[in-house]
T-cell receptor
Framework: SQQGEEDPQALSIQEGENATMNCSYK?????LQWYRQNSGRGLVHLIL?????REKHSGRLRVTLDTSKKSSSLLITASRAADTASYFC??????????FGGGTRVLVKP | DAGVTQSPTHLIKTRGQQVTLRCSPI?????VSWYQQVLGQGPQFIFQ???????GRGNFPDRFSARQFPNYSSELNVNALLLGDSALYLC?????????????FGSGTQLSVL
């Protein structure tokens, strides 16, 4: 079963625009991670936010976490064609088990 | 430095056959995890191994098994293949085991069961 659910499932924007996607999860978490996947291949870690953090930045990425609403958002600012990918949120459990959501497919048009 | 490498990249099998997928972690990484990703969905956790011991198992039938070798490489075996086993199988490595560890993924093995 999937812990997180991303919204929207798909997103199409013009280059230079911002892209925002949301993730909701069901159980209490220690941390939440975001990954990117290009063309159905390997996933790349983008950012991790801990449960005691509310916001985190990394380059053009901004992640927020609201533990009271069990939700997180990922904002990509000034998007580029190279940002076209699927984005997944994942929550951590014991060991290295990550529970992924269904992903948001982002298309950035040049 | 080489990333996580998986072999083969693509594989076609028929129902009932057995398959072995291989993974080499990043040098120095002692933890290897396996994930199954069905088209259009997020990855699902199958196994985690750390220091050659199984540390976690997902909700998969006993047809799925894995092991980790002394050099920390790993194999995933699936017996009695079903059509529903068709998926991208991803291997991920990390230095340690624990909540919040950053995982490094390989490019995956695309398995098609006919």
């Amino acid at each position: 079963s999937q812990q997180g659910e991303e919204d929207p499932q798909a997103l199409s924007i013009q280059e230079g625009e911002n892209a925002t996607m949301n993730c909701s999860y069901k159980t209490s978490i220690n941390n939440l991670q975001w990954y990117r996947q290009n063309s159905g291949r390997g996933l790349v870690h983008l950012i991790l936010i801990r449960s005691n953090e509310r916001e985190k930045h990394s380059g053009r990425l901004r992640v927020t976490l609201d533990t009271s609403k069990k939700s997180s958002s990922l904002l990509i600012t000034a998007s580029r064609a190279a940002d076209t990918a699927s984005y997944f949120c994942a929550t951590g459990a014991a060991g290295n088990k990550l529970t992924f959501g269904g992903g948001t497919r982002v298309l950035v048009k040049p | 430095d080489a990333g996580v490498t998986q072999s083969p990249t693509h594989l076609i099998k028929t129902r009932g056959q057995q398959v072995t997928l291989r993974c080499s972690p990043i040098s120095g990484h002692k933890s290897v995890s396996w994930y199954q990703q069905v088209l259009g969905q997020g990855p699902q956790f199958i196994f985690q191994y750390y220091e050659k011991e199984e540390r976690g198992r997902g909700n998969f039938p006993d047809r799925f098994s894995a092991r980790q070798f002394p050099n920390y490489s790993s194999e995933l075996n699936v017996n009695a293949l079903l059509l529903g086993d068709s998926a991208l199988y991803l291997c991920a490595s990390s230095e340690r085991t624990g909540v919040g560890e950053k995982l490094f993924f390989g490019s995956g093995t695309q398995l098609s069961v006919l």
